[in-house]
């Protein structure tokens, strides 16, 4: 938890960050979506100490990870479900120690839980 939030503390100071959100679902499944000014600025953030800090340690801690990156014309953060249909199809899985059944055919179940959904804003 303490990762995450430096995590979250540079992603609302960097330059480009224009809005994200992060969701615990059930089952301690953690979503994070961030939408950026452009690929220069949200690579600057990925490779900020805070954010590489914590992905070092992720393989430790998870036992799914996937990420993928996509355009779009509207600047507005898509809702849980497209998020979870495009990770599905198109996401790229992590290497993690210990691996879930549905690791890497990305059988991920939908988003059941929102209520646990938090917002961030550019500083």
Known sequence: MMANEASIKQLSR?????EGKELMDKGLTFWTITLW???????????SIPHRKAM????????????????????????????????VKEG????????SQHHSS??????KW???????KPK
């Open 92 to 99: 790229i899985v992590t290497k993690v120690r210990h691996p």
């Open 14 to 18: 960097t330059k480009g960050f224009v």
């Open 114 to 120: 929102a209520r646990t959904e938090r917002a961030f």
């Open 37 to 47: 000014n452009s690929d220069a600025d949200m690579k600057g953030f990925r490779n």
């Open 56 to 87: 070092q340690k992720l393989p430790g801690w998870c036992s799914e990870a996937t990420y993928t990156h996509w355009l779009q014309e509207e600047p507005l953060l898509p809702a849980w479900n497209t998020i979870h249909e495009k990770i």
């Open 106 to 111: 990305k059988l991920f179940p939908p988003v």
